[in-house]
């Protein structure tokens, strides 16, 4: 099950981690320091304008979107929020290896790797 906190993320749809995702967070964050959590942003750069970022921190902002699931918790703040709105955080494991992947309904376009985008 997954479980959100933050106000300001009731007016628009939320990013949705599924749960292969969350049990892949949960497996790495188990061999960091206690409180660990994925931070999930979306920086300036990239082949197409935007690119995402993941960071393992134990700091939350007051104001980061939480999304708890599987044991694990993924932050993200209030600026990569506008560009996530309804995302889809995956995980896939295919023949290319494995990669957490995001199904972003924001972004106009994508370069070939999938880890930057220009809205």
Avoid: W
Avoid at 18 to 44: D, F, H, Q, S, W
Avoid at 88 to 96: A, G, M, Q, S, W
Avoid at 111 to 118: M, V
């Amino acid at each position: 099950m997954t479980h959100a906190t933050n106000e300001s993320s009731q007016a628009q749809p939320r990013p949705i981690v599924t749960e292969r995702a969350a049990k892949r967070v949960a497996a790495i964050l188990k061999r960091e320091a206690e409180g660990a959590m994925l931070r999930v942003a979306v920086n300036g750069g990239g082949c197409s304008g935007f690119q995402y970022a993941f960071d393992i921190e134990t700091n939350r902002a007051p104001d980061d979107l939480a999304i708890e699931s599987e044991g694990a918790t993924v932050l993200i703040d209030p600026v990569s929020l506008d560009f996530l709105r309804g995302a889809r955080i995956d995980f896939v494991d295919d023949l290319i290896g494995q990669s957490f992947k995001i199904d972003n309904p924001n972004a106009t376009s994508s370069c070939g790797c999938g880890t930057s985008f220009s809205v």
